[in-house]
């Protein structure tokens, strides 16, 4: 079992671009979550699906970020237009179905943005 | 509203020491408490967790927390701990996403 994976693990972009983030969960995990991770904020809790539907996204700041999870083996996070406070370590981390009692959850290694 | 306060953000020990991180909440719903650390460079790892049940939860590596329904407290604890312990404690309260406290960081010197 490799893990949550996320890729890559170091991004640099421009500001005013474009960044996608990509994770795979452990297989069969249904739930996937994405937090940031910054020093003065903390960790903070983005977004989450559960069997590859969106169920909670309240913490997504409401422009420029999505996410998305096309399949169960990988879910996408993409900012666009990106400016230098989303700079920050994004983390994915998955579990096994929430409602059966599977809450402990599983962090990929993160990747850290950096925007110039 | 959930909200998870650490009161150190930073504790300083010696090998063989005992420790204990303070952890407290304030959550309306059915509570599910955890405790993840993080090593330098790297993703969390799930600690323990308490959910219902004996207040006192055991967890890898020697670690324990101790749920206070009347203190709204979850503090972990270890009798003695090792250089590796060496890390940013979090603690967590969810519902489905994580809301976690600001971390305690924990130095442990030989």
């Known amino acids: 079992n490799a893990g949550v994976i996320q890729t890559p693990r170091h991004k640099v972009t421009g500001k005013g671009q474009e960044a996608t983030l990509w994770c795979e969960p452990i297989s069969g995990h249904s739930a996937v979550f994405w937090y940031r991770q910054t020093i003065v904020q903390g960790l903070e809790f983005l977004t989450y699906?559960?069997?590859?539907?969106?169920?909670?996204d309240s913490g997504m700041p409401k422009e420029r970020f999505s996410a998305q999870m096309p399949n169960q083996s990988h879910s996408t996070l993409k900012i666009q237009s990106t400016q230098p406070q989303d700079s920050a370590v994004y983390l994915c981390?998955?579990?096994?179905?929430?409602?059966?009692?599977?809450?402990?959850?599983?962090f990929g290694p993160g990747t850290r943005l950096t925007v110039l | 509203t959930q909200t998870v306060s650490q009161s150190d953000a930073h504790v300083t020990v010696f090998e063989g020491d005992s420790v204990e991180l303070r952890c407290n909440y304030s959550?309306?719903?059915?509570?599910?408490l955890s405790w993840y650390i993080q090593h330098h460079g790297r993703g969390l790892q799930f600690l323990l967790k308490y959910y219902s049940g004996n207040p006192v939860v055991q967890g890898v590596n020697g670690f324990e927390a101790e749920f206070s329904k009347s203190d709204s407290s979850f503090h972990l604890r270890k009798a003695s701990v090792h250089w590796s312990d060496s890390a940013v404690y979090f603690c967590a309260v969810n519902a489905q996403g994580l809301t976690f406290g600001l971390g305690t960081r924990v130095s442990v010197f030989p």
């Open positions: 959550y309306g719903g059915s509570i599910y």
């Open positions: 699906f559960r069997n590859q539907a969106p169920i909670d």
């Open positions: 981390a998955s579990s096994l179905d929430l409602r059966l009692g599977g809450r402990e959850q599983y």
